[in-house]
């Protein structure tokens, strides 16, 4: 099993507060990930990292921001929730190196509702 | 046009039955090929990859890979209950691609009842 954490797993929140899903990997993999997943849709991601200090936007226009300032710590903020944010967020991180598959491993997830 | 397609099913089969999973794509720049597992509330985890053209066998579960149709498909053989879960496809490009960036299909939901 895959050691990629994160949390909260279900948050529950109104309209207009700040928000910072936590994701942590142990794996010292320098390449992280976000994705958004609705129901039956594509993974879209939203944002990306390369390392530390680096993080670029993702396809999906996202609301959200991100910081790398440790190898095994990347937060997604939201600053003001909207309803139009509920969805399930997953976090996920590659290995070093470009030889072989390129293998994400996933976290479980933080299913967020904002009402 | 996306560029990775998949039907999303449902899909509902018997224990025992033999399960196909496909996807499409456009993209002819890609060479890794993997499917990923998803069980409720968890996520995705992979399940097998295959590089280029080609077949590839693990246990029950066969992938195949087809780049002149750009057609990829997962065959899972003697089905459990136990395999009930979305099925993701998702594809990269080669080895010059320093993200690593994964393009996902939707997923299939299978479920299979005893």
């Known amino acids: 099993e895959a050691d990629i954490y994160q949390t909260p797993r279900y948050l529950v929140i109104g309209t207009g507060k700040k928000i910072t899903l936590e994701c942590s990997q142990t794996m010292g993999h320098d390449k992280m990930y976000w994705y958004q997943q609705d129901p039956g849709m594509e993974l879209h991601l939203i944002h990306y990292s390369y390392g530390v200090n680096s993080t670029e936007k993702g396809d999906l226009s996202s609301e959200s921001t991100v910081s790398r300032i440790r190898t095994e710590h990347f937060p997604l903020t939201l600053e003001s929730a909207r309803p139009s944010h509920t969805s399930q967020y997953l976090c996920a991180s590659r290995y070093k190196g470009n030889k072989g598959i390129h293998e994400q491993y996933f976290g479980p997830g933080t299913r967020l509702t904002v009402t | 046009q996306k560029e990775v397609e998949q039907d999303p099913g449902p899909l509902s089969v018997p224990e025992g039955a033999i399960v196909s999973l496909n996807c499409t794509y456009s993209?002819?720049?890609?060479?890794?090929f993997m499917w990923y597992r998803q069980y409720s509330r968890k996520g995705p985890e992979l399940l097998m990859y295959t590089y280029s053209s080609g077949n590839k066998e693990d246990g029950r579960f066969t992938a195949q890979v087809d780049k002149s149709s750009k057609y990829i498909s997962l065959f899972i053989r003697d089905s459990q209950p136990s395999d009930s879960a979305t099925y993701l496809c998702?594809?990269?490009?080669?080895?010059?691609?320093?993200?690593?960036?994964?393009?996902f299909g939707r997923g299939t939901q299978l479920t299979v009842w005893p």
């Open positions: 993209n002819s720049a890609f060479q890794y």
């Open positions: 998702a594809m990269s490009e080669g080895r010059g691609s320093t993200l690593g960036r994964l393009y």
